[in-house]
């Protein structure tokens, strides 16, 4: 089973980020791991994110945390980036959600069209 990676740049978004973490949890694939990287957040955004470790290792997913200095939203993205171990990557920014079975679709239909590297959809 391949494996997706989905990061998360996070800087002080408390306010969003369980829902962000929310969407990717009830997503339906089967084999995900989610990065966050922490830059340097001063609110409790690192407190909601560790929150989510135990749900994701009693479904047999990984969380992985990172904490770093701020250096915007690229170095975040850069750093998670250096953590994946997956075989697909996706970027969510941390106010955003998945809606239900996007992880899934995008991999099947990269899985189903080996000529593309890349898949995208539309946001609202």
């Known amino acids: 089973m391949n494996?997706?990676?989905v990061i998360i740049p996070c800087y002080n978004a408390e306010a969003f980020i369980d829902r962000a973490i929310s969407s990717i949890f009830?997503?339906?694939?089967?084999?995900?791991?989610?990065?966050?990287?922490?830059?340097?957040?001063?609110d409790h955004s690192r407190?909601?994110?560790l929150g989510w470790t135990k749900s994701f290792e009693n479904k047999g997913w990984k969380l992985?945390?990172?904490h770093?200095?701020?250096?915007?939203?690229?170095?975040?993205?850069?750093?998670?980036?250096?953590?994946?171990?997956?075989?697909?990557?996706?970027?969510?920014?941390?106010?955003?959600?998945?809606?239900?079975?996007?992880?899934?679709?995008?991999?099947?239909?990269?899985?189903a069209h080996p000529e593309c590297d890349v898949v995208r959809s539309n946001g609202w």
Request: net charge negative; with cysteine.
């Open 47 to 49: 407190e909601k994110i």
């Open 64 to 66: 992985r945390y990172c």
């Open 68 to 111: 770093q200095e701020n250096t915007g939203p690229g170095g975040a993205i850069n750093t998670g980036l250096k953590l994946v171990s997956g075989d697909f990557i996706s970027i969510l920014d941390a106010d955003d959600e998945y809606l239900q079975g996007a992880i899934s679709l995008r991999a099947d239909y990269l899985l």
């Open 26 to 42: 009830h997503q339906d694939y089967p084999s995900v791991e989610l990065i966050v990287v922490d830059d340097g957040s001063t």
């Open 3 to 5: 494996t997706v990676s």
